[in-house]
């Protein structure tokens, strides 16, 4: 039901054609289920529904066949990536390589594989999936070594929850109205994020659009937070205290067994 509210919605408000699209281009009108999400004690993750319509300029239906891709990134953060390597019966840190602009987290949906929607090029140019993460290396770095690297970092982000890719993630009715759910977990970090939704067809992406997603905290985590931006010196020397106190009330108890 909900859905068709939406639709109603979008042909009675008269949406006029975004400048930067052609007379004959659709328009994708994209919603988050939540605007923002607050993260506060006990927070356990949540799922995000991305859903939306495609309609051509005079307020219909788009008229044709199309996919849709939805991309959800989080912010971009400095990430040091270390190689292990068992030398002596001891794992100990070989290699190592630094990324200036890797996602904290990483989702893609889409109502079909994303090789059978676009090339390789056009899933590059846009990130349509986990292998065409845009991550910006440091310094100079062999190609293999590099793709090395890219590869342990996505796949340390999958087991932590915070990369993933779903290519029946998202679902079409009519050729009007999609939906895609997608998870935050628990460990999901604060920022800003952008829910990017692409409309392809024949290979080609006729349209896209941007929705944002505000994570924070909120109440006493909050508080810590702001505390340890703006007082980093005294929250250090709070944290040291409170960690030999607690120290010296287990040695206590212990002592007291």
């Known amino acids: 039901m909900w859905m068709r509210a939406l639709v109603l919605a979008l042909l009675l408000s008269g949406l006029p054609l975004a400048p ?63 190689e292990k390597e068992r030398i002596g019966g001891i794992w100990i840190n070989a290699q190592t390589t630094d990324f200036r602009s890797a996602p904290a987290y990483f989702a893609v949906a889409s109502s079909a594989p994303i090789a059978d929607i676009v090339d390789e090029r056009t899933a590059a140019i846009y990130e349509l999936g986990l292998r065409f993460i845009q991550l910006s290396p440091t310094g100079t770095i062999d190609p293999s070594e590099q793709l090395k690297f890219t590869e342990g970092l996505v796949d340390l982000r999958q087991r932590e929850g915070l990369f993933k890719e779903d290519e029946q993630g998202v679902s079409i009715k009519g050729q009007v109205l999609y939906q895609a759910r997608i998870s935050l977990p628990s460990n999901v970090q604060t920022g800003t994020y952008t829910a990017e939704t692409f409309a392809i067809t024949r290979g080609r992406v006729i349209a896209s659009a941007i929705a944002e997603v505000e994570v924070k905290k909120v109440g006493f985590e909050r508080l810590v937070e702001v505390f340890s931006q703006k007082q980093a010196f005294l929250y250090g020397l709070i944290a040291v205290a409170l960690s030999i106190l607690m120290g010296w009330i287990a040695g206590r108890l212990f002592a007291m067994v």
């Not at 923002?36 to 319509?53: H, K, P, R, W, Y």
Request: proline share 8%.
């Open 20 to 82: 930067a699209q052609a007379a004959s281009d659709p328009i994708l009108v994209p919603e988050v289920s939540q605007h923002e999400v607050q993260v506060q004690q006990g927070f356990i993750g949540t799922n995000l529904l991305l859903f939306g319509a495609i309609l051509d300029p005079a307020g219909v239906r788009a008229g044709r066949d199309y996919d849709i891709v939805v991309v959800l990134k989080g912010p971009t953060v400095p990430i040091r990536v270390r």
